[in-house]
């Protein structure tokens, strides 16, 4: 098949997963659309693709009203919150200590300052706790507290500067919240002790979702390539990560006739960006037990962005796989070995104790700050050139 043609095929899986799709939030009609697209391209090219399907929610939501004396305050329902619509007093807390003190049962809690520093980790998130957040969230459910407000600035930390950030994005959070500018929660602790009105219009609407699986060869000793088709609610993700997604699409094509002794697992990993974590458990479940039949796992997250090059990082690999790696990666210029980084599915395998590969944009840094998990991430940002070069890469590495 000629260059020209993989340009034009990578241009219509982009289309189709980002153009045509608002986003992919697990557990919605638009991520279920990208799953179908996605099973029903690898079985058009001969591939007898599974989707192992998980139980979820998908989550409605209008404008969140915020008052206090008159005085109307922006605040946007924290993603996958409760609904309310409540009258209620107004306690606040700006350190741990602090919150451990209020009296909850009833009332809006609103947290700022030193409280509001970095988003909560989900309180069920299997692959790390955060003991701090952890007794938040214990605090506030425990209380019997009505709502919560956060006032939140910028974390350093989080993808895309987003400003105000929201604090949770956790659906087994069982308080309703909203989040708002941190000099709006300044002026909103004036009225501690006085009734404040706060309305969530939101629901959590029972859903699913699947993970789409491919595989050529024995299961024993195969090679797993990854990317993750999800992304948050509020941005196309083209980068993050439907630009790993394509390339996965183009391999299936260019290995449609694939018959050598390795085995080759494509898989379409849906999760990744979402606070359940539901489509790696998924597939670790299926896998118990199992994960030693994989000899590498390659995941592909934010590859192809417009600037920069490719870059590729090792995890527990076996030298003579690197070097081999190496060698056929110099006979393609747009790949370089960049840093290692620990926060996408690759982790998921190296924690089992499976040698793993990570490609991504060796700009991932300035993606991070500026794109990713924004509206900004969009099909002009990802050059389909170079998602090609990248599955030629891989191709030159499976085969």
């Not at 459910?141 to 600035?153: D, K």
């Not at 076996?318 to 620990?342: C, K, M, S, T």
């Not at 998990?373 to 090609?388: G, N, Q, W, Y």
Request: hydrophobic share 40%; with cysteine.
């Amino acid at each position: 098949m000629s260059y020209t043609h993989l340009i034009a095929r990578a241009q219509t899986h982009l289309q189709r997963l980002c153009a045509d799709l608002p986003h992919r939030a697990v557990g919605c009609a638009y991520n279920r659309q990208a799953t179908d697209y996605f099973a029903g391209e690898l079985e058009a090219l001969g591939w007898q693709p599974r989707t192992p399907g998980f139980a979820c929610i998908d989550w409605t939501h209008g404008e969140a009203n915020l008052r206090a004396r008159g005085q109307d305050y922006p605040a946007e329902p924290n993603p996958y919150s409760l609904g309310c619509d409540l009258q209620a007093l107004l306690v606040v807390a700006d350190t741990l200590d602090a919150l451990r003190q209020l009296q909850l049962d009833g009332k809006i809690v609103l947290l700022r300052g030193e409280l509001t520093q970095a988003q909560l980790a989900p309180k069920d998130y299997p692959f790390y706790t955060v003991e701090e957040h952890a007794e938040i969230i214990r605090l506030l459910e425990g209380g019997g507290t009505a709502a919560m407000i956060a006032a939140t600035g910028r974390d350093p930390q989080m993808v895309g500067n987003i400003y105000p950030f929201p604090f949770t994005e956790d659906g087994n959070f069982n308080v309703p919240s909203v989040f708002i500018r941190d000099v709006d929660g300044e002026r909103l602790a004036g009225y501690a002790g006085q009734e404040i009105e706060l309305s969530i219009p939101a629901e959590r609407i029972p859903s699913s979702g699947v993970n789409v699986v491919a595989q050529k060869g024995p299961s024993k000793g195969r090679w797993v390539v990854c990317a993750h088709i999800d992304s948050k609610l509020v941005t196309p993700g083209a980068n993050d990560n439907a630009s790993g997604a394509v390339v996965l699409l183009l391999l299936a094509e260019l290995l449609q006739d694939y018959s050598g002794q390795t085995g080759i697992e494509l898989l379409a990993i849906n999760g990744e960006d979402h606070y359940s974590a539901a489509g790696e458990l998924l597939y670790l479940g299926e896998n118990q037990g199992r994960m030693d039949q994989i000899s590498l796992a390659i995941n592909l997250d934010d590859v192809g962005f417009i600037r920069g090059k490719n870059a590729y990082s090792f995890y527990g690999c076996p030298d003579e796989v690197a070097q081999r790696a190496r060698q056929i990666f110099a006979a393609h210029p747009d790949l370089v070995e960049g840093e290692q980084w620990y926060q996408s599915d690759h982790m998921v395998f190296v924690q089992s104790g499976v040698p793993a590969m990570a490609i991504t944009s060796d700009r991932f840094v300035e993606m991070m700050e500026t794109i990713t998990h924004t509206a900004e991430d969009t099909i002009e940002k990802v050059d389909p050139e170079r998602l090609v070069k990248l599955a030629l890469a891989l191709r030159d590495l499976l085969t």
